[in-house]
């Protein structure tokens, strides 16, 4: 069963700024994660007056557990994962999980 990584994140200070580093350095970086089978992004946009409670939320989709933590333990990996200090000081929330395909 396919296993998936969804990062939350949280509302920047500066959206550009945090727009042009993950479009730009981040999402490259983990593009290159070895055993990476997919990688969406979501960029939540308004309902209303009301703000989405993300700015943006990626998922990435391994074959299992074991691929997606051995990708986090690669080279790759640790770039990706120090490479958060650089533009997500507001914060992230990651969930992990088997993926269960409903339709």
Do not use: C, W
Not at 25 to 42: D, E, F, M, N, W
Not at 76 to 87: I, R, S
Request: net charge negative; proline share 7%.
């Amino acid at each position: 069963m396919a296993y998936q990584m969804t990062v939350l994140y949280n509302h920047p200070e500066d959206p550009a700024a945090f727009d042009a580093h993950y479009d730009n350095v981040h999402a490259p970086l983990a593009a290159k994660l070895p055993g990476l089978r997919g990688y969406t992004v979501i960029r939540p946009v308004a309902r209303g007056d009301e703000k989405p409670p993300y700015h943006l939320i990626a998922t990435l989709t391994f074959d299992d557990e074991a691929a997606a933590q051995a990708a986090l333990a690669s080279e790759e990996g640790q770039k990706a994962v120090a490479d958060l200090a650089n533009f997500a000081q507001a914060g992230a929330t990651t969930l992990v999980g088997t993926v269960t395909t409903v339709v």
